[in-house]
């Protein structure tokens, strides 16, 4: 691999003046820079960032923290960080907690050792190893979807209450009053946040919520699978089920294609976050779609805005959901 020496000297220049025509720090004269431009492309020579960031603070990269990479949902959302990071001119560095806090903490040391420019995280849980970590830390951070307990930062998130509101609403629209609730785990926000929509659209209609219609699970097909077992069993099954996501939810209607339960006929169900396989399901869901690209893209430019405004007010973003009707949902059958 070619030196910035190297090319210096096949330049005939001093290596200042190398640095200076890379970084554009000092005006160089057009027939140094494109003797430099020329060796620098002859012998395909790439600057080390690690020397540039040491010279400049700056690193442009940023460091991204997920709970689990095989959910469609966090690689939506990635996407559109990732697209507008690359037009804002920054790098990302993608760390995956697999929901475990501790290896959470691990990966953001990490990343700090890194010299990232900024930090997103999307909490896997929080712990006083967690809050003490982010808040010794002055690195500019963006967090999405999951608030961290003791730790200031700019907020991104989706009106998760009012998506899980609207998905209840819509089944006792279409008749059903025996609904149920497959909400994600306790101990996070969005959780409680669309099972609190949930109740209130029992409430609003005079339904009273049954808590045997109410399971927490893990946001996997599995976790759905089981609970819709669970749901199924009893002895007065429910004739709808809100699903506080898709993949929860596709578990779930192999768990009721199993039981020998007809979709929608006999039990309709509304999933959450609009993943590309919710449209390919069978029968497509029905679901609430977060605006997840556009989630990913606010969080991208928010967090380049704070790297280059340290000191403004921090900003809370709150997105619209919608519900997206397709064939996994039908008027109760009298």
Same mark, same amino acid.
């Given at each position: ?15 200042? @003046? ?32 690690? =020397?540039?960031?040491? #010279? ?45 806090? #501790? ?31 982010? =808040?010794?830390? $002055? !690195? +500019? ?37 025996? !609904? ?25 209609? $005079? ?6 219609? *109410? ?22 099954? +429910? ?11 596709? $578990? ?24 590309? *396989?919710?449209?390919?399901? @069978?029968?497509?869901?029905? @679901?609430? =779609? ?22 403004? +007010? *921090? ?20």
């Amino acid at each position: 691999m070619a030196t910035m020496k190297q090319v210096a000297e096949k330049a005939r220049v001093s290596t200042t @003046t190398v640095s200076h025509v890379i970084n554009n720090t000092r005006v160089v004269s057009e027939d140094a820079r494109e003797r430099v431009l020329a060796v620098i492309q002859e012998l395909r020579y790439i600057p080390s960032a690690v =020397a540039r960031s040491l #010279k400049n603070d700056k690193t442009q990269t940023l460091g991204m923290m997920i709970p689990n990479n095989s959910n469609p949902y966090f690689a939506e959302i990635i996407q559109g960080i990732e697209d507008a990071s690359f037009k804002l001119g920054y790098n990302i560095i993608l760390c995956n907690s697999y929901d475990d806090p #501790k290896k959470q903490a691990a990966y953001i040391r990490v990343l700090m050792e890194k010299r990232i420019d900024g930090l997103i995280l999307v909490s896997s849980g929080s712990d006083e190893e967690l809050t003490q970590l982010l =808040a010794d830390e $002055g !690195i +500019p951070k963006v967090l999405v979807d999951r608030e961290v307990s003791g730790v200031a930062a700019d907020f991104i998130e989706a009106d998760h209450e009012q998506g899980g509101y609207e998905a209840t609403k819509y089944l006792i629209e279409l008749g059903h009053r025996r !609904i149920a609730c497959v909400a994600g785990p306790e101990n996070l926000l969005p959780s409680g946040d669309r099972v609190a929509g949930y109740l209130r659209a029992l409430a609003e209609a $005079g339904l009273a919520a049954r808590p045997d219609y *109410l399971i927490h699970s893990d946001f996997t097909s599995q976790g759905g699978f089981n609970a819709f077992r669970q749901l199924l069993a009893l002895p007065e099954r +429910p004739s709808a089920i809100f699903a506080s996501n898709d993949l929860m939810a596709i $578990g779930g209607i192999c768990a009721a294609n199993q039981a020998g339960v007809a979709i929608p006929q006999q039990l309709s169900v509304v999933g959450y976050d609009d993943i590309a *396989l919710a449209s390919f399901s @069978t029968p497509p869901l029905t @679901t609430i =779609a977060q605006p997840k690209h556009a989630i990913g893209t606010l969080t991208a430019q928010v967090l380049a805005d704070r790297i280059a405004l340290p000191d403004t +007010p *921090l900003r809370r973003e709150m997105l619209k959901s919608q519900l997206v009707v397709r064939q996994s949902t039908a008027r109760l059958q009298a």
